[in-house]
């Protein structure tokens, strides 16, 4: 049973630091692609940062030398590093994934959801 796991999300002020875990179990990180979405309040999902299985990376204009994504075959975790966060990062943050090639920020291309982690930038 492919699962999806996120952690790290919490409250952080402006200017702040900040890192998202999704793990994953019943399937192996190489194999898969996976993204990071969110979606804030009032507002539809969005697609943030994506690995592909190969190692690939592509990141959203918003967060581009803010975010980064990287992987952790050992422990199976996916990871979201945000730095310099603004109130306008404030959202659910979910991480998805499938067995596709090529990353994609549309959320209706993905197939496995985790359950989503808040985070509230505010001072």
């Known amino acids: 049973q492919l699962q999806l796991v996120e952690s790290g999300g919490g409250l952080v002020q402006p200017g702040g630091s900040l890192r998202l875990s999704c793990a994953a179990s019943g399937f192996r990180l190489p194999y898969a692609r996976i993204g990071w979405f969110r979606q804030a309040p009032g507002k539809e999902r969005e697609g943030v940062s994506c690995v592909t299985s190969v190692g690939s990376t592509n990141y959203a204009d918003s967060v581009k030398g803010r975010f980064t994504i990287s992987r952790d075959f050992a422990k199976n975790t996916v990871y979201l590093q945000m730095n310099s966060l603004k109130p306008e990062d404030t959202a659910i943050y979910y991480c998805?994934?499938?067995?596709?090639?090529?990353?994609?920020?549309?959320?209706?291309?993905?197939?496995?959801w985790g359950q989503g982690t808040q985070v509230p930038v505010s001072s």
């Open positions: 998805a994934a499938d067995f596709k090639s090529v990353c994609s920020g549309r959320d209706s291309d993905w197939n496995y």
